[in-house]
């Protein structure tokens, strides 16, 4: 069975930092591009970063999320450093897709986890 599990949310102050987790069970997360999505309330859920045989960010995170992948463990990480109150959301880790083309589009993605919640506040 196909599961990916998000983990590692929770309260963070703006200039902190915090790592999610995207753990896969039932397929080998490497042979696909892996996406992470959030989502706030009353707004549209938007791609954030894609790793594949690349990486790519969504500007407003540039320099400030980096997306890594341990295919030991069949995980992709998410860090977040110095978060802004914006960053707040329902984080979404998703795949299916072989590589990160079209990666903001979110119907490319075929499997998805529950999301973990991230609130930056001081």
């Known amino acids: 069975q196909v599961q990916l599990v998000e983990s590692g949310g929770g309260l963070v102050q703006p200039g902190g930092s915090l790592t999610l987790s995207c753990a896969a069970s039932g397929f080998t997360l490497g042979n696909y591009a892996t996406t992470w999505f959030r989502q706030a309330p009353g707004q549209e859920r938007e791609a954030v970063s894609c790793?594949?045989?690349?990486?790519y960010y969504r500007d407003s995170v540039k320099g400030r999320f980096t997306i890594s992948r341990d295919n030991a463990k069949n995980t992709v990480y998410l860090t977040i450093n110095d978060p802004k109150p914006e960053d707040t959301a329902v984080y979404f880790c998703?795949?299916?897709?072989?590589?990160?083309?079209?990666?903001?589009?979110?119907?490319?993605?075929?499997?998805w986890g529950k999301g973990t919640q991230v609130t930056v506040s001081a």
């Open positions: 998703a795949t299916g897709p072989s590589l990160c083309y079209e990666w903001l589009n979110s119907r490319m993605y075929s499997y």
């Open positions: 790793i594949a045989t690349t990486t």
